[in-house]
């Protein structure tokens, strides 16, 4: 037979091998006996024909008992082989992840000035923390009577919650203004789009404000309130899904060009019923979409399969958006027509 490799300190064929591995496993050695005296030649011809002097010959020519493992240390290294090459192959993957596209130098212009346009029109930007001022505790507490929490609107809540209401769709839309291709659209298809996504947006910058120490979320970067108070105010159920986007958000770490890029995506939807311009904004949401998936890959977030997990949260606006819709008939039926700012009426009446 051919030699194929280096087996126990010599050069062997792959019979010779396994009969000195098995003779050494099993402890054969001691019933082996030569018929004529240990003086066989032992070639691949006559190598079957006595176990002992092939054994010798094993041993002759340098072959190591030493280095044949027992059955413990047999499968104790077969257990390292498939530890180390289970290994790899996560090194490999988590590689492979990291080597994925990264934004293009057009992707980073984008990704640049939809970062600007967020953090001209986002009050208090990082510093919202220190200016946040809390609403008093008395202020859209639940009813004393046996009313579900949120069904009633407490009156003095709501009217607070109206003297930001304005400056906060203001600042969507001054926003999106800033996005060339959004001005580009026709003023039809623009005041379809922000209506469309004004709550949803809202939402997002008031979620990714959610302090997990007093249980708060931030609206408009200054009045912190608790989920009972956004419940009372008016909110009702929309309360609960906003506080628990922010709870979900809190673990993902967003900066400010994810969040950015998170509002450009929402305001871009091509779904919007009424849309004239539909191929021309799913073109352009489609260009958000890959600039934010390689601004991703870049960002090497740790949290697993981040990208979809994030792409969810999507559709958890537009529910609070679609939720927030049927809440505003309710609210329109409980508070007094003076408390609603004309730009809220303007934007949330169909």
């Keep these: 037979d051919k030699a194929t490799g280096y087996h126990y300190r010599c050069i062997t064929c792959e019979g010779c091998k396994g009969f000195f591995r098995r003779t050494i496993q099993k402890n054969l050695n001691p019933t082996y006996a030569c018929k004529y005296e240990g003086k066989c030649v032992i070639d691949k011809v006559t190598r079957n024909q006595c176990q002992e002097c092939r054994f010798k010959k094993c041993i002759a020519v340098g072959m190591a008992t030493d280095l044949v493992l027992d059955d413990s240390k047999r499968l104790a290294k077969r257990k390292l082989i498939e530890e ?22 057009e992707e980073w212009d984008l990704i640049r000035m939809v970062t600007e346009a967020h953090m001209a029109t986002n009050a208090q930007g990082n510093h919202w923390k220190q200016k946040r001022k809390f609403l008093p505790e008395d ?41 060339p291709m959004f001005c580009e659209l026709p003023c039809e298809d623009q005041i379809i789009l922000l209506k469309g996504c004004c709550m949803e947006i809202m939402s997002l910058r008031a979620a990714v404000r959610y302090d997990p120490e007093s249980e708060t979320l931030t609206l408009n970067g200054e009045m912190a309130v608790t989920r009972g108070q956004l419940k009372n105010g008016g909110l009702g159920v929309v309360s609960d899904a906003i506080f628990d986007l922010g709870v979900s958000l809190s673990s993902f770490n967003l900066d400010d060009s994810e969040v950015a890029l998170l509002q450009a995506v929402i305001l871009l939807s091509s779904d919007r019923p009424g849309l004239t311009s539909v191929e021309r904004i799913e073109r352009c949401q489609e260009e958000f979409l890959l600039a934010f998936e390689h601004y991703i890959n870049y960002r090497k977030h740790k949290v697993a399969h981040f990208w979809p997990k994030l792409l969810m949260k999507v559709t958890d ?17 409980e508070c007094p027509t003076e408390l609603f700012p004309p730009l809220f009426l303007e934007v949330f009446e169909d």
Excluded at 84 to 95: A, D, G, T, Y
Excluded at 317 to 333: D, E, N
């Design 84 to 105: 180390n090459r289970e290994r790899r192959r996560r090194e490999e993957l988590q590689k492979t992840a990291w080597d994925r596209l990264e934004p293009t130098q």
């Design 139 to 179: 202020i859209g507490q639940a009813s004393t009577d046996n009313a579900p929490e949120g069904s009633k609107v407490d009156i003095e809540a709501f009217s607070q919650f109206t003297k930001i209401i304005t400056p906060a769709i203001t600042r969507v839309v001054d926003f999106a203004k800033k996005l």
């Design 317 to 333: 606006l537009r529910m609070i958006g679609t939720c927030h819709a049927s809440r505003f008939l309710h609210m329109k039926v």
